[in-house]
């Protein structure tokens, strides 16, 4: 089986006190137990800049069992189409649950104002393309995007 793996899986055990380390441990320990880990270049980007070279980031990432595979035309394609999908959907002044994905009104208690929900990057859309055109599953914390977006993967968080 070929799990991909998204970036807050692995700053989870990256960060210090993160507290969801030990359960994004627990689950990329019994992935790679059941086959191999992989990320996408979104995913690479995201954790360069944690480490203080890139001699430093290759010797985790070999450390881990975890490996790079590049996005293909397909998954590239498969991502603008979802995330175009969803920014032409989007509803202004709707917030969305990042658990289940649904959408939401909400304002302020003080001044009425609507508030305003968090705007999913192309960054998003290219990881969960990635993982639906290289692996059987994704492992994320972001389940809310990924179950409205991309039904058709399976994710495990």
């Given at each position: 089986?070929?799990?991909?793996?998204?970036?807050?899986?692995?700053?989870?055990?990256?960060i210090p006190d993160e507290p969801f380390a030990a359960s994004s441990k627990?689950?990329?320990?019994?992935?790679?137990?059941?086959?191999?880990?992989?990320?996408?270049?979104?995913?690479?980007?995201?954790?360069?800049?944690?480490?203080?070279?890139?001699?430093?980031?290759?010797?985790?990432?070999?450390?881990?069992?975890?490996?790079?595979?590049?996005?293909?035309?397909?998954?590239?394609?498969?991502?603008?189409?979802?995330?175009?999908?969803?920014?032409?959907?989007?509803?202004?002044?709707?917030?969305?649950?990042?658990?289940?994905?649904?959408?939401?009104?909400?304002?302020?208690?003080?001044?009425?104002?609507?508030?305003?929900?968090?705007?999913?990057?192309?960054?998003?859309?290219?990881?969960?393309?990635?993982?639906?055109?290289?692996?059987?599953?994704?492992?994320?914390?972001?389940?809310?995007?990924?179950?409205?977006?991309?039904?058709?993967?399976?994710?495990?968080?």
């Amino acid at each position: 089986m070929t799990t991909a793996v998204d970036t807050n899986i692995i700053l989870d055990i990256l960060i210090p006190d993160e507290p969801f380390a030990a359960s994004s441990k627990a689950l990329l320990e019994r992935h790679l137990a059941a086959g191999q880990l992989i990320f996408c270049e979104v995913v690479l980007a995201g954790l360069a800049g944690l480490f203080p070279s890139e001699e430093e980031l290759d010797a985790f990432l070999t450390g881990t069992g975890m490996r790079m595979v590049r996005s293909d035309d397909r998954s590239l394609y498969v991502a603008g189409r979802r995330w175009a999908a969803y920014a032409s959907g989007r509803k202004k002044g709707r917030l969305s649950c990042r658990e289940c994905g649904k959408t939401f009104k909400a304002v302020c208690p003080r001044c009425g104002a609507a508030l305003k929900g968090r705007f999913h990057v192309l960054a998003d859309f290219l990881v969960g393309a990635h993982a639906l055109t290289h692996a059987d599953c994704l492992l994320t914390r972001d389940l809310g995007i990924y179950k409205s977006y991309f039904k058709d993967l399976k994710v495990a968080g």
